[in-house]
């Protein structure tokens, strides 16, 4: 079935450096959604891609749809404490069923 | 205040026991998921619902079960016969299957 794989699965920058986490699915999909969870928190929607191509920026973050629509990044510019968390990209199984989560990467920031 | 709540925060009970987690959405969105999570792990989609009175099974359904008797009210039980509980199980809803999916706080369960 649809699979969504995401790596790392951990990663830990000093604070002020980047960090990426890239997300890759086994077809192609119609939009990818990207999720962060703080520590003992829920996750919360950040942002969904559609087009071929697509970038958007959010502050620090910056977001890219592959060209083929199989893969996405989420980019952060110059962490800080508050990014700390676990990311998830989230994409459609197929029909009207519900979004596939990848397993995530955890985002450690040390001051 | 428009949103997804679930209660409660933190439950124990003892082993053998069957025990119901609730999520109440105000969103009037159709669709409504219950998800497990382990210390460490992704979501893992254990029931769903997009239409009331109708559900399907996810990937993790054994040991669970549901009911959808209200557009706003989705309650989970986790049956003595799930082998291993413990677990942060969340509730979340979205417009639609596909949409944007909103998260409630979660429940913490301990089995003990």
């Known amino acids: 079935g649809q699979q969504v794989m995401q790596i790392p699965q951990y990663q830990h920058v000093q604070e002020g450096e980047d960090f990426t986490t890239y997300c890759n699915s086994s077809t192609t999909l119609s939009n990818i959604q990207w999720y962060k969870q703080r520590p003992g928190g829920h996750p919360v929607f950040l942002i969904q891609?559609?087009?071929?191509?697509e970038v958007k920026k959010q502050k620090r973050l910056t977001f890219q749809f592959g060209e083929a629509k199989k893969n996405s990044s989420l980019h952060i510019t110059a962490t800080q404490t508050t990014d700390v968390g676990t990311y998830f990209c989230a994409g459609p199984r197929g029909g009207n069923t519900p979004l596939v989560f990848g397993k995530g990467t955890r985002l450690s920031v040390i001051a | 205040d428009g949103g997804i709540t679930q209660s409660p925060k933190y439950l124990f009970r003892k082993e053998g026991q069957n025990v119901t987690l609730s999520c109440e959405q105000n969103l009037n969105h159709d669709a409504m998921y219950w998800y497990r999570q382990d210390p460490g792990q992704g979501l893992r989609l254990i029931y769903y619902s997009q239409i009331v009175n109708d559900f399907q099974k996810g990937d993790i359904a054994e040991g669970y079960s549901v009911s959808r008797e209200k557009k706003e009210s989705f309650p989970l039980t986790v049956t003595s016969a799930q082998k291993n509980p413990t677990a942060f199980y969340l509730c979340?809803?979205?417009?639609?299957?596909?949409?944007?999916?909103?998260f409630g706080p979660g429940t913490r369960l301990t089995v003990l």
């Open positions: 979340a809803s979205s417009m639609y299957g596909q949409g944007t999916q909103y």
């Open positions: 891609l559609v087009k071929s191509g």
